[in-house]
T-cell receptor, first 115, second 112 residues
Framework: DGGITQSPKYLFRKEGQNVTLSCEQN?????MYWYRQDPGQGLRLIYY???????QKGDIAEGYSVSREKKESFPLTVTSAQKNPTAFYLC??????????????FGPGTRLTVL | AQSVTQPDIHITVSEGASLELRCNYS??????LFWYVQSPGQGLQLLLK??????LVQGIKGFEAEFKRSQSSFNLRKPSVHWSDAAEYFC??????????FGTGTSLTVIP
């Protein structure tokens, strides 16, 4: 079954800790994305990657880091520099490789709570 | 600059009534347009998309949307709402460079 998996579903972090959110896809998609969702604010882009070993900052990249060492994986690290990390995090992928954006497919999300 | 506006933050409809969710976009070229639905605590599921051709697009769960270039709109409709349609709905536009721009969403409540 093709799709996007995110783990864990719920994550709790103490202030000052770094945490890493996992995102894996088996859709053979080139492009992957991380979004943050807060109530009433829709989706805000954190980072995106069009191809392995390359990624770009989105609108709210401060306090976050990513890597793209494998096509199927795009982990997101929430660092201690992110002052308000409590949110719902969504990973997405699309076929990429073209000039125009194709359909994005989303994972089930990870809810991060800072204690 | 590209943007998507969903003017209605929250809509309440009775079960069996018709539904229309509004979406307006700003994009220089012919847009790629999407509607997604999100249940609480879940990811986004694609309802339908428009790339080109027929401006009336059919999607899953009985939803349809109509692209109106003159009004820069891509409104989502359903003739008869079911209680299970209660969710958050997002309109999005796909741009060059594989970028996507999302509206802030419309929350739908269905009254029995």
């Amino acid at each position: 079954d093709g799709g996007i998996t995110q783990s864990p579903k719920y994550l709790f972090r103490k202030e000052g800790q770094n945490v890493t959110l996992s995102c894996e896809q088996n859709l053979n998609h080139d492009a992957m994305y991380w979004y943050r969702q807060d109530p009433g604010q829709g989706l805000r882009l954190i980072y995106y990657s069009q191809i392995v070993n390359d990624f770009q900052k989105g609108d709210i990249a401060e306090g976050y880091s990513v890597s793209r060492e494998k096509k199927e994986s795009f982990p997101l690290t929430v660092t201690s520099a992110q002052k308000n990390p409590t949110a719902f995090y969504l990973c997405a992928s699309s076929t990429g490789g073209s000039a125009r954006a194709d359909t994005q497919y989303f994972g089930p999300g990870t809810r991060l709570t800072v204690l | 600059a590209q943007s998507v506006t969903q003017p209605d933050i929250h809509i309440t409809v009775s079960e069996g009534a018709s539904l229309e969710l509004r979406c307006n976009y700003s994009y220089g070229a012919t847009p790629y347009l999407f509607w997604y639905v999100q249940s609480p605590g879940q990811g986004l599921q694609l309802l339908l998309k428009y790339f080109s051709g027929d401006t009336l697009v059919q999607g899953i769960k009985g939803f349809e949307a109509e692209f109106k270039r003159s009004q820069s709109s891509f409104n989502l409709r359903k003739p008869s709402v079911h209680w299970s349609d209660a969710a958050e709905y997002f309109c999005a536009v796909g741009s060059t460079g594989n970028q996507f721009y999302f509206g802030t969403g419309t929350s739908l409540t269905v009254i029995p």
